[in-house]
């Protein structure tokens, strides 16, 4: 049974292998992300003394045909006031609770977050026979793919907000947050723009107010990525490793790609950490290519930084600087460009004053 589990994965690998290098689309993000989140896990349950709710949600857009399932960290001591609230997008392969760590932090420190599940490049490309699994990797890689991610986003905070938790939250504190292909969902979210067939496909949701990128691919097929990322103003926070390589033949990408978004995204405030150690996976729940000390050094780094992030966004503080100075053993660089007060929207200006 072990040896047919190897061969199993070996092929597995293989195929991803072949896919990556014939894959030419503009959002295919990498093989290696596939190995997140491959089993489904129960919501998790808040340990004593947290004071947080887990809730899995199953919603269907009936105007896309499409299923948007999604899991809720909703901190419980809100009592009528408003909470921050982070729409998280996962990587290729993953799924709604792939990336646990951050929404029972997030929500342990009173910001509520939203993790939703991207039906066609989500888990279920794992199933069925691995001789297939070429085409299920170009298909959730391919253009449809990346527009309808993005339109699970809109819609799934369309629901939230409608929901009976809308007037919990507060609309001019609104993030959006993704991992690896997550991330080039939010950069869409956010305001990024591109060029098809002669026309522009631009699907910026104004409500997002500021956005956390972990690992973000570059827009493959793409040489120049100014025009696609100058629209987007808002903060944002860019994280990565100075060993984030995605390495597929003929389709690979470095930490140098990373440097190139971060340079291209238009914010008039952004900032870019890059720790010294640590897998493009390193940032999933799983952990299978990197030591658990530099895997939980990094998780716990990324955590504190997302609030220190927000909070300096938010609250006017000088909390990126605390951050940098108390992770230095961990980093690799760290860039901090522009001004917060004039990357912010009118609404989270007026709501930060």
Known sequence: MRR????????????????????ATWLCADAVAFFAGRDREAPPQPLAGDRFAVSDLEWSDAGRQR?????????????????????FSHGIGSSRDGYNYLGRYWARHGVASLHLQHVGSDRTLWRGDVSGLLSRFQRAAGDQEAIARVQDFSFALDRLLQSGYGEHIDAARIVAAGHSYGANTTLLA????????????????????????????????????????????????????????????????GVDDRLKV????????????????????????????????????????????????????????DSLRGWKDEHAALMSAYLQFGTVQAALPAAARLAAQ
């Open 190 to 253: 956010a305001g990024a723009r591109v060029m098809r067939n002669g026309r522009e496909l631009a699907f910026r949701d104004a409500r997002i107010s500021a956005a956390i990128l972990i690992s973000a691919p570059p827009f493959y097929g793409e040489s120049d990525f100014g025009p696609i990322l100058s629209a987007i103003t808002i903060p944002t926070l860019h994280i990565t490793t100075a060993q984030d390589v995605i390495r597929i033949p003929g389709f690979g990408s």
């Open 4 to 23: 047919r589990s190897a061969l199993a994965a070996r092929l597995a690998t293989a195929v991803l292998v072949l896919a990556g290098s014939l894959c």
């Open 262 to 317: 971060f340079s291209a995204t238009g914010s008039a405030f952004k900032a870019l950490a890059i720790y010294r150690e640590g897998s493009h996976n390193v940032f999933t729940d799983r952990r299978y290519f990197d030591s658990l000390a530099v895997a939980d050094q990094v998780k716990s780094a990324t955590e504190d930084l997302s609030l220190a992030f927000l909070a300096q966004v938010y609250s006017q503080q």
């Open 67 to 87: 299923r948007v399932p999604v899991r809720l960290f909703w901190p419980q001591a809100v009592q009528g006031g408003k909470v921050p609230l982070i729409v």
